[in-house]
């Protein structure tokens, strides 16, 4: 089960989803759906869902630069004028 302070049922939801959505909106914490004791579902509200996409890029948009340091460190590179005369001729765009 995922380790959420606000676990219920879908039940539960379903019969009283304005508590649910109001308790969402004031603590902005997720909370699990339940579906035969297993959990679900996810609910974020619509702020917190873009927080935490905005992060997950941020951090995909680092790893990749960090990435690219290294490759840069271990002599993986090669010049710009190397890149655009190979992506010319790949692409068979006359210089």
């Known amino acids: 089960m995922l380790a959420v302070a606000h676990t219920h049922s879908l039940a539960d939801f379903l ?3 304005q ?6 909106r004031e603590t902005r914490m997720p909370e699990v759906l339940t579906i035969n004791g297993q959990a679900e579902v996810v609910l974020l509200d619509a702020q917190t869902y873009q927080e935490l ?3 997950v890029e941020q951090a995909e948009f680092l790893t990749a630069v960090r990435a690219g340091y290294a490759a840069a460190e271990r002599g993986e590179t090669r010049s710009a004028e190397a890149f655009f005369a190979e992506f010319l001729e790949q692409h068979g765009i006359p210089r």
């Open 19 to 24: 508590t649910h959505l109001d308790r969402l």
């Open 53 to 55: 996409c905005t992060r």
């Open 15 to 17: 019969q009283d989803h």
